[in-house]
Every structure is written in C-alpha cells, then in structure tokens.
T-cell receptor
C-alpha cells in the first residue's frame, strides 16, 4: 500500500464513450502526476500538478483532460479515445516537485482498453 | 536531457548479490540519481537515490562512481520478490508554466531482472 489509490483498476471503453480515471493520495503531498505506460514502451509523463496548478503538459492530445480539484485528488477525463490510447495509466504524488531528491509514490494504475 | 543507459535484462540466483549497472555520462553537477523498480502488475516503487556519496537503505545500496558518470544498484541478497524492471533515472530540472522550476522523473526502458530459485 503506497498511499496512492487509483480507480478503477480496469476500464474498457468504446471510442465514443466518456469516462474518468480517479486518483487519491493520503500522504499530504502537494504534487501529483499522470503517467502513461504503453506495452513495451517506457513510462511517459503526461501531466504534473503542483499545489493544484498544472505545471507540466507534455503535448498530450486534448482528448485527455486532467483535473486537480484539491491536493489530494487528481482526475483524468477521457473522451473520444483511440485504440492506441490503450495503456496502463499511472498516478503518482510527491511532497514537492521543485526538489530534486523527492521520492514519487505511485498507485497501481488503471489498465485501459479502448475498443 | 541527461540520459541513462542500462542493460535490457539481467539474471541472478536467489540469495546471491545482484549488481545492476547504469551509465549516465552526460550527468550534470546537480542531477540526483534515482532508482525505481516496477514489479509485475504494479506501479513503480522508489528504491534509493543519491548525489555523490554511496547510499544504503533497507532495500539496497547505491554505489556512485567518483566522476558520477556511472552508478550501480546493489541488492545484497536477491529474493524472488526482487524480480522486476529496475529504472535508473536522473531527475532533471525544467522550467514550469508558472515560471518556477519543477523536477521531472523521466523513465527509460530499465533492466528486467530475473531471479532464479
């Protein structure tokens, strides 16, 4: 148990659906992250939030829309996805993303399949 | 970006030490060296990090070369539970949208460690 909880663990959706991934951290951290892990590819950083402000957006398509309503919760809203978006989506948190020696704590991820 | 190079895979036997190498010849003076591992069906897990000196914790040891261009993660007695992908990462500093600085953790392909019983 890392203190970062992601729901759902598995999600199957059609290309016209709208769904949301949820992440919650119980560690009192101020920074939260979304990573994408496709099969046989390295983890890719998607978004970074620090104190609820988005500080990083790595050229992610607009069909992925993040939301950070408070420092404990992070959402990834999905709409009109493509089959190539099927991947493991990982959430992480850290105390402060402005410090180089900070540790990241990851959730177990949501395995997304787009049909 | 400062990049790291790791072997694609390594194999060890249970109860034996494992030395996982990492090259980072373009490391800058302020880059921290981080190691994470990812067990099957889980998110990555922090293992250890260091800047210049060797580091020890309950999970592993980190040996950093004097010129900092390479490092080695040492698992003193491998167990079956240590089978995972091990990532060596340099945490690099970027500018943020708000004008401040923020550190990114950029993962490579890592080393797949297999532990034989």
């Amino acid at each position: 148990e890392t203190g970062v909880t992601q729901t759902p663990r598995h999600l199957v959706m059609g290309m016209t659906n709208k769904k949301s991934l949820k992440c919650e951290q119980h560690l009192g951290h101020n920074a939260m992250y979304w990573y994408k892990q496709s099969a046989k590819k390295p983890l890719e950083l998607m978004f970074v939030y620090s104190l609820e402000e988005r500080v990083e957006n790595n050229s992610v398509p607009s069909r992925f829309s993040p939301e950070c309503p408070n420092s404990s919760h992070l959402f990834l809203h999905l709409h009109t996805l493509q089959p190539e978006d099927s991947a493991l989506y990982l959430c992480a948190s850290s105390q402060d993303n402005r410090v180089a020696n900070e540790k990241l704590f990851f959730g177990s991820g949501t395995q997304l399949s787009v049909l | 970006d400062a990049k790291t190079t790791q072997p694609n895979s390594m194999e060890s036997n249970e109860e034996e030490p494992v030395h996982l190498p990492c090259n980072h010849s373009t490391i800058s003076g302020t880059d921290y060296i981080h190691w994470y591992r990812q067990l099957p069906s889980q998110g990555p897990e922090y293992v250890i990090h260091g800047l210049t000196s060797n580091v020890n914790n309950r999970m592993a040891s980190l040996a950093i070369a004097e010129d900092r261009k390479s490092s080695t993660l040492i698992l003193h007695r491998a167990t079956l539970r240590d089978a995972a992908v091990y990532y060596c990462i340099l945490r690099d500093l970027r500018g943020s949208r708000s004008g401040g600085s923020n550190y990114k953790l950029t993962f490579g392909k890592g080393t797949l460690l297999t532990v034989n019983p």
